[in-house]
């Protein structure tokens, strides 16, 4: 039988270089227009992770030569107060990016603060107009943690056309639109979910598995199908602090022929593809 050499792809790595990418464009954006790019980001409450994410946002973009505007507003923040600070953003000619770092606390409807945001300014893809696009293979600003699947998985020049993926999760921000971006690279998707039934014998069919349910190392290495390409989304952690994924690596690995590790694989991507939106986006109001 033929050994499978198993590639473990380096998201850290990959999005290291886009950054390096980014800065060098946003050098010649300056240069062509006068002015730089810039994202706001806004942070309601004190949630430590919510912190923490909002931090490496605002670093990864000063770095880049981004200019980068930080809102932190307290918790007891009224949505009509948020809502304002959305339209004020949405005026600013110097913001072309707008994040709202989610969650937001209870009492304040995410859904209408999203939609509040201008589709043009959305660089985190989760307008209805920008999902809309998306499901209508239409240009548009796409969710960032699906399109740095995507990059990854173009790094390694794999064909996903007439593949089986199967896709793990069906939240707005990861399962449902990596499906959809899948689909238009021409795979036959299945998207799974808390009731798809025998998920096990649904993901030994995959040529593709993209894991994100958020249940740590969920996935075992005997449903990998030999050679398959598995990309592990989940973010867990363990009671001893540990940060593992949805899938069981060290099993896996001797399955798969493609596999992201967690840390250092999906995860700095995303950050990355924030990066790439909010040059997009100012790129687009020119
Ligand atoms: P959600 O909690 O919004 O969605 C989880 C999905 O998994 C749901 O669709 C749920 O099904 C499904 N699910 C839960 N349990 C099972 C099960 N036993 N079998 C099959 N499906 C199941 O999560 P997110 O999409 O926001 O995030 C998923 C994971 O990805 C998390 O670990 C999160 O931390 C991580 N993440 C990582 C990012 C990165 O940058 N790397 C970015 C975003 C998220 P149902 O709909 O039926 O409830």
């Known amino acids: ?10 998201g850290k790595g990959l999005a290291e270089k886009i950054r390096e990418q980014i800065k060098g ?19 309601v409450g004190d949630n430590p992770a919510s912190q923490v994410y ?21 918790s007891t923040t009224s949505q009509q107060d ?49 999902m809309g696009r998306l499901v209508l ?14 990059k990854l998985i173009e790094s390694v020049s794999y064909d996903l056309s007439g593949k089986n993926a199967v896709v ?25 979910h808390s009731r798809t039934k025998d998920l096990e014998s649904v993901v030994k069919q995959a040529d593709v598995v993209i894991a994100a349910i958020g249940k740590p190392h969920f996935v075992k290495g005997s449903w990998i199908k030999k050679g398959a390409l598995v990309m592990d989304v989940g973010i867990n952690r363990l009671p001893d602090g540990k940060l593992v994924g949805d899938v069981d690596f060290e099993e896996a690995v001797k399955q798969a022929g493609w596999i992201t590790p967690v840390p250092g694989g999906v995860g700095p991507m995303t950050i990355a593809m924030l990066l790439v939106n909010t040059l997009q986006a100012a790129k687009n109001n020119m």
């Open 137 to 150: 293979s239409k240009p548009g600003l796409r969710p960032c943690t699906p399109l740095g699947i995507l």
């Open 54 to 74: 909002v931090k490496n946002k605002n670093r990864a973009c000063m770095e880049t030569g981004m200019k980068s505007f930080h809102h932190f507003l307290p």
């Open 25 to 43: 464009e946003v050098e010649v954006f300056k240069k062509k227009n006068g002015f730089v790019p810039g994202l706001a980001t806004i942070l």
């Open 82 to 130: 948020l809502l304002k600070l959305v339209s004020q953003l949405n005026q600013n000619r110097e913001v072309h990016g707008i994040l709202v770092q989610l969650p937001l606390p209870s009492g304040i409807q995410s859904d209408t603060i999203l939609e509040a945001i201008s589709p043009e300014k959305d660089v985190d893809g989760f307008h209805p107009v920008n």
């Open 168 to 192: 793990m999760g069906r939240s707005n921000i990861v399962g449902k639109p990596i499906a959809l971006m899948l689909l238009e690279k021409n795979a036959t998707v299945t998207v799974c």
């Open 1 to 10: 039988m033929l050994a499978i050499m198993t590639h473990i792809l380096d």
